[in-house]
């Protein structure tokens, strides 16, 4: 991990496109700014945990329900 030092005002580049800018500093608080362009997706770290997991459920299928769906695709025979 990169550790950096900044004040308000400074600025961090991450590549070519994407520029975080310290906004304010208030005690324990940061507030940033994030430059990127539109098709770059930018989340808080919590929301895109649970993005991920409401992802993961919806993609995971209980065996009770892939059971039942099994028994009514040999039903269609």
Known sequence: M???TRRSGERIRIG????IVVKE???????LGI????????YR???YQKLVES???ATTVE??????????LGDED
Request: hydrophobic content about 35%; charged content about 25%; cysteine-free.
């Open 16 to 19: 070519s496109q994407v520029v």
């Open 2 to 4: 990169l550790t950096l």
């Open 63 to 72: 065996s009770e329900q892939l059971e039942s769906w099994l028994r009514e």
């Open 45 to 47: 770290e919590e929301l």
């Open 35 to 42: 430059e990127a362009p539109r098709s770059v997706q930018v």
């Open 55 to 57: 992802n993961r459920a």
């Open 25 to 31: 500093v208030h005690g324990n608080q940061v507030k």
